[in-house]
């Protein structure tokens, strides 16, 4: 992701501030921030091409009366610029979970995207994928772009940490290991072939890669 940002503050406000900076925007993916004059986000959105996208915003005609409202609010503005939209689409979902602006009602809760979810309320933890409220009780990575990119890293995951995918209902019902543990996905708590203890240090190393210490997880994996 670039680290090219813009942080300007104008004496306009409205249509005529977004006007005036789209005079300056690159024909590139990334990421913009609405903020009204005490500096709180009213909005953060996507684009393909922070052009086209922010200029529809300086029309005069065609809004609904939620966005007049948050255009006439527009203090300032800032930009991200990102290497791809995938990226843009990623920091989207992050800064709308991290400043919850008041004019991104719909996507607020984060429902319609992906996370990889450790799950922590039984006594040998669950890896999945999880969409919706974060209400379980656990460790949540993501967003993912995609069901897919979810799949595959849970699929890698599975394969260097051995955690289990399995429901509770079916762990507590086992008597003897599945067919993930016999192609090597999963250790096979749910029958006593590895100590608890060491099941919770496999869960922690798994934390500490999804938490992007790569290195620390190598090292740990190695040893």
Request: aromatic share 8%; hydrophobic share 35%.
């Given at each position: 992701m670039s680290d090219e940002t813009q942080d300007i503050v104008h004496p306009l406000r409205g249509a005529a501030l977004i006007a005036d900076e789209v005079a300056r925007l690159p024909g590139k993916p990334g990421v913009y921030r609405m903020m009204n004059d005490?500096?709180?986000?009213?909005?953060v959105g996507k684009?393909?091409?922070?052009?086209?996208?922010?200029?529809?915003?300086?029309?005069?005609?065609?809004?609904?009366n939620r966005i007049m409202r948050m255009i006439a609010e527009t203090a300032r503005m800032e930009f991200v610029v990102t290497a791809t939209e995938t990226e843009a689409l990623l920091l989207e979902a992050n800064l709308i979970k991290?400043?919850?602006?008041?004019?991104?009602?719909?996507f607020r809760d984060d429902k319609s995207f992906a996370y990889i979810l450790?799950?922590?309320?039984?006594?040998a933890p669950q890896i999945l994928k999880h969409r919706g409220a974060r209400k379980r009780k656990g460790a949540y990575y993501g967003p993912f772009a995609s069901a897919g990119a979810v799949n595959r890293t849970l699929?890698?995951?599975?394969?260097?940490?051995?955690?289990?995918?399995?429901?509770?209902s079916v762990f507590d019902n086992r008597t003897r290991p599945c067919l993930l543990h016999q192609i090597k996905r999963c250790s096979a708590p749910c029958v006593g072939l590895i100590s608890?203890?060491?099941y919770r240090e496999l869960v922690e190393e798994a934390?500490?890669?999804l938490d992007g210490d790569s290195q620390?997880?190598?090292?740990?994996?190695?040893?």
């Open positions: 005490a500096g709180d986000a009213l909005y684009a393909k091409s922070l052009r086209a996208r922010v200029s529809a915003y300086a029309k005069s005609g065609g809004h609904s991290q400043l919850k602006p008041r004019y991104n009602v719909l450790i799950a922590e309320d039984h006594e699929n890698t995951l599975q394969k260097a940490f051995l955690l289990r995918s399995c429901p509770d608890a203890a060491a934390k500490t890669f620390g997880a190598q090292r740990q994996l190695s040893k």
